[in-house]
């Protein structure tokens, strides 16, 4: 494991980096409830003049790179706080795009460049960020700013548009809220994959976000453990089509049940939740 490092989310994404969200995590799961909270805090920081705010820790595994590639991490823990920082971020460049007679020092395409996309680079590497499963690609139009192409159902799009529309009420200032998010302070833990065990690393996070649901766990343990090419395949096979059996909202519930009333045809007797 390299040293923790204390910094916000300007040093974490600033640079030829990508940050990959890997198909055994959940998808993006946070709701208006936690974005709220997140908002809340940066307009408390901005208005009691506070130094910084922190808001938890990132987790993420360095994966093997060119040295004149883009780094890759896969993140196993953090998903939803840097996910939801990038949501903000986009809403921040959309709203000043879109508003006439603002005055910013800000200018919306250095917040592409620095916080969503690598520039000069092709495909996918260009992207900051790469979710896994139905949100990779709603997260890239976004990017793109091609918000009518967003599954309406996103929660990606919910909360974007939860932070456009909290942006537009002018309680803080464009400039404001990018000095705010450039104060928020995220601990980042790197670990090597040659050297450290991410999937007990993993078991043993207390995280203070939204917590697994069973399914969750039980596809976390199967997949984890794959080299990363086994997993996608895997994934695509088998795990993606039965998640697709159940209805999007209530997807994890139903899931739940499905493998308790699976194991308990298998083993007899009905395991506790």
């Known amino acids: ?25 959940r998808a993006y799961s946070w709701e208006r409830k936690q ?32 040295p004149t590639g883009v780094k890759k991490y896969t993140i196993i823990d953090g998903q939803q706080r840097i996910t939801t920082l990038v949501l903000l971020l986009i809403a921040l460049r959309d709203y000043l795009e879109n508003s006439d007679g603002i005055e910013s020092y800000i200018k919306p395409q250095v917040i592409t460049d620095i916080y969503l996309k690598n520039m000069h680079r092709d495909d996918e590497e260009q992207y900051k960020l790469i979710l896994s499963q139905g949100d990779k690609q709603n997260l890239i139009n976004l990017v793109e700013g091609y918000v009518d192409r967003v599954d309406e159902n996103s929660r990606l799009l ?14 803080l200032s464009p400039d404001k809220i990018y000095e705010s998010i450039g104060k928020l302070e995220i601990v980042n833990i790197t670990l090597e994959r040659e050297r450290d065990n991410p999937q007990q690393i993993f078991e043993s996070l207390n995280s203070t976000g939204m917590d697994l649901s069973q399914s969750d766990l039980i596809r976390n343990y199967v997949l984890m453990g794959l080299d990363p090419v086994i997993q996608n395949k895997i994934y695509i096979q088998y795990w993606n089509p039965i998640e697709n ?11 739940d049940d499905f493998f308790r009333d699976y194991i308990t045809s298998i083993e007899g007797q009905i395991p506790t939740k």
């Open 158 to 171: 919910h909360n974007y548009q939860y932070f456009y529309n909290s942006i537009a009420k002018n309680v």
């Open 35 to 66: 974005c709220k909270q997140l908002w809340n805090d940066i307009v408390e920081m901005q208005k009691s003049s506070s130094y910084n705010h922190f808001i938890g820790s990132i987790v993420n595994v360095a994966e093997r790179f060119a």
């Open 245 to 255: 059996m159940f209805n999007y909202e209530n997807q994890s519930t139903l899931m």
């Open 1 to 25: 494991m390299l040293p923790p490092t204390k910094g916000s989310i300007d040093e974490i994404l600033n640079g030829q980096n990508q940050f990959i969200i890997p198909v055994y995590q």
